[in-house]
């Protein structure tokens, strides 16, 4: 195989795997919709109300997490794996595994004062990858603006932290969701 030959197929590869990032435009929407829903929830319900378990909003997740599962098993049948899409897979699967050791740490040890900056650092890593990796700016923006969003998450109390992850999902998931799919639609 020649140079020529290996550069082509790895250009087909990063191109097949940003058309998959244009099908899982949907992902980022989802997952955006569901923050952004269940973070306004628990600060309204937090807020405003007497209610004594405003934090059950977050059973959201749980639509997501199979929603997801479903997605993602669906396009391991029909697509094909790259190292791209492989690399994807692993680190948001990272994210989320360091997502569920921040919350169960906060539930046990910290609190939730800290957990939700550190979630949102999370967040930004998994979004700034993923835009890296398929060199789509509004990701990477997105991630960036949730680790300023994250910094600023330290100083502020928790219930301002609630409004703070709504935003922060507006500008690195949902934003650049729509984007994406308003892309795929063109393309």
Known sequence: M?????????QEMIANSRENLRNDGYLYLLWGQLVLAA??????????TAFAYPYAVWLLMLIGVGATIWKVSKYRRQRVKTYVGVLMQSSWLAVFIGI????VAAA????????YPVILLLYGMGIFISGSLFRFIPLIIGGVGC????LA???VPFQTQ?????LATMVGY????YLLKSQYKHA
């Open 162 to 166: 609630l409004l703070l992850l709504a």
């Open 147 to 150: 680790w300023v969003i994250a």
């Open 39 to 48: 973070s306004m929830s628990h600060y309204f319900l937090l807020t405003l």
């Open 2 to 10: 020649t140079e020529a030959e290996s550069w082509k197929i790895i």
């Open 100 to 103: 569920m050791i921040t919350l």
């Open 153 to 155: 998450a330290y100083f």
């Open 174 to 177: 949902i934003i650049p969701g």
């Open 108 to 115: 046990l040890v910290t609190g939730y004062q800290i957990a």
